[in-house]
C-alpha cells in the first residue's frame, strides 16, 4: 500500500545548457549525481543525460509540437508525484529554465501545490551558440543592448504576441529563439518596421554540440540561403553589426567537442 511520506522531497529545476556538457554548472551537475529521480526534455543533450546517477529513474517527458500545453499539466502532476516518494527530484531543461523554457510556469505551479521548489540557472542558447560561432552580443563599436525574444508568437505560444516595430528599434542586437519555422514573416516585419535589408544575420544551429552548424547572410538573402542549406530548428537567429564579428572570431571558437580530459590536464 502507498503511504505518503510526512516531507516532501524537492523539486530541483536545473538548466542543461546548450549541448556541450563542459558548459553544465557544477551545481547542477551535483544534483544530477545525486538524483533520485530526473525528469528531461528533449532538447538535453546525450552528454549531459550521461551525468545522471545510474540508479537514479530517468523520464523523457518530451514536448511535441502542438501538444505543448497538454503535456505541461502532465509533467507538472508528475512533478507533484514525485516529490512525494522520493528526496531529490531534478526537471532538467535544456539552456536557462527561465528563457522560453516554461520554468516560470511549471515553478508557479509547484509552488501553489505547495512543493518546495528551487531553480539552478543554466546557460541560456541564444548566449552560448551565438558565441561557439564566434559573435559576441554587445561590442563597443556595434552594439550596447540585446533583445532576446520568440519566434513562435506567431503560432499563439507566446502573449502578448511580440511587438517587432519596437524590437526592430529597441537594441541593436536582437536573438531570436524558436525562430527557424517563422523567418521570412519575422524579416518582412522587421523590415517593414524600418530595419535595412542589408543588416547581416547569423543561424547557428544546434550550438556547442559537434553537429553545430552556421548560417551568414543578411536579412535581404538568409531565407533563400536557408532554403539552398535545408536548415533546419533547432538554431538561434542573431540579428545586427555583431554578425561581422563571425568573420575574425569564428576561425578560434571552440569547436563543440572539448576533451574536458585535455582541459583538466591543462589547467592542473
Ligand atoms: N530554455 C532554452 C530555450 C528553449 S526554447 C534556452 O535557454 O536555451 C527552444 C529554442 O531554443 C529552440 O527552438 C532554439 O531556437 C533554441 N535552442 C536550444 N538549444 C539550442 C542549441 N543548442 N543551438 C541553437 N539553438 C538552440
Known amino acids: 500500500m502507498h503511504t505518503e511520506r510526512e516531507e516532501l522531497g524537492k523539486v530541483y529545476l536545473v538548466g542543461a545548457g546548450p549541448g556541450d556538457p563542459g558548459l553544465m554548472t557544477l551545481k547542477g551537475k551535483g544534483l544530477l549525481e545525486c538524483a533520485d529521480v530526473v525528469i528531461y526534455d528533449a532538447l538535453v543533450s546525450s552528454a549531459i543525460l550521461m551525468m545522471i546517477n545510474p540508479q537514479a529513474e530517468k523520464i523523457h517527458a518530451g514536448k511535441r509540437r502542438g501538444r505543448h500545453s497538454l503535456i505541461q499539466e502532465e509533467i507538472t502532476q508528475l512533478l507533484i508525484e514525485k516529490a512525494r516518494d522520493n528526496t531529490i527530484v531534478v526537471r532538467l531543461k535544456g539552456g536557462d529554465p527561465f528563457v522560453f523554457g516554461r520554468g516560470g510556469e511549471e515553478m508557479a505551479d509547484l509552488v501553489k501545490a505547495g512543493v518546495p521548489v528551487e531553480v539552478v540557472p543554466g546557460i541560456t542558447s541564444g548566449i552560448a551558440a551565438p558565441a561557439y560561432a564566434g559573435i559576441p552580443l554587445t561590442h563597443r563599436s556595434y552594439s550596447s543592448s540585446v533583445t532576446f525574444v520568440t519566434g513562435h508568437e506567431a503560432a499563439g505560444k507566446y502573449s502578448p504576441v511580440v511587438n517587432w516595430q519596437a524590437i526592430a528599434h529597441g537594441s541593436e542586437t536582437i536573438v531570436i529563439y524558436m525562430g527557424i519555422h517563422n523567418l521570412p514573416h519575422i524579416i518582412e516585419q522587421l523590415h517593414a518596421a524600418g530595419l535595412s535589408l542589408e543588416t547581416p544575420i547569423a543561424l547557428v544551429r544546434w550550438g556547442t554540440r559537434p553537429e553545430q552548424e552556421e548560417l551568414t547572410g543578411t ?50
Open 219 to 268: 536579412l535581404a538573402t538568409i531565407a533563400a540561403q536557408m532554403e539552398a542549406k535545408e536548415f533546419s530548428a533547432p538554431a538561434i537567429a542573431v540579428i545586427g553589426k555583431v554578425v561581422k564579428m563571425h568573420e575574425i572570431l569564428s576561425s578560434c571558437r571552440p569547436l563543440g567537442k572539448i576533451d574536458m580530459a585535455h582541459v583538466t590536464e591543462v589547467i592542473n
